[in-house]
Nanobody
Framework: QVQLVESGGGSVQAGGSLRLSCAAS????????MGWFRQAPGKEREFVAA????????YYADSVKGRITISRDNAKNTMYLQMNSLKPEDKAVYYC???????????????????WGQGNKVTVSS
């Protein structure tokens, strides 16, 4: 089992930047493929980005490509989401998650992730 704790959310104006962190404890962090998801008010949860176990492969939703970067530091048991050029439509609660579906690749569906952080609110004003 792994516990995930997020930090770094907040409020910014459109065009601004934020960095979210996801600190993991418990079982070996590096054994998990990891992802970020978000849920905007009144909308379904959606995939944002995911990263392989050692960080060599990353995947992004089309809506965030070029603006958001996922990374991880396995020595610190921490994953990051650097968000630049934020738009009002990026406003959501962001969740980090650990993939528990046993596949040979990173998955982008929430049901493939079994451990979740508490969520971190990001507000972007226009």
């Amino acid at each position: 089992q792994v516990q995930l704790v997020e930090s770094g959310g907040g409020s910014v104006q459109a065009g601004g930047s934020l960095r979210l962190s996801c600190a993991a404890s418990g079982r070996t962090f590096s054994s998990y493929r990891m992802g970020w998801f978000r849920q905007a008010p009144g909308k379904e949860r959606e995939f944002v980005a995911a990263i392989s176990r050692i960080g060599g492969s990353t995947y992004y939703a089309d809506s965030v490509k070029g603006r958001i970067t996922i990374s991880r530091d396995n020595a610190k048991n921490t994953m990051y989401l650097q968000m630049n050029s934020l738009k009002p439509e990026d406003k959501a609660v962001y969740y980090c998650a650990a993939q528990t579906r046993n596949t040979m690749k990173v998955m982008t569906t929430g049901s493939d992730y079994g451990y979740w952080g508490q969520g971190n609110k990001v507000t972007v004003s226009s």
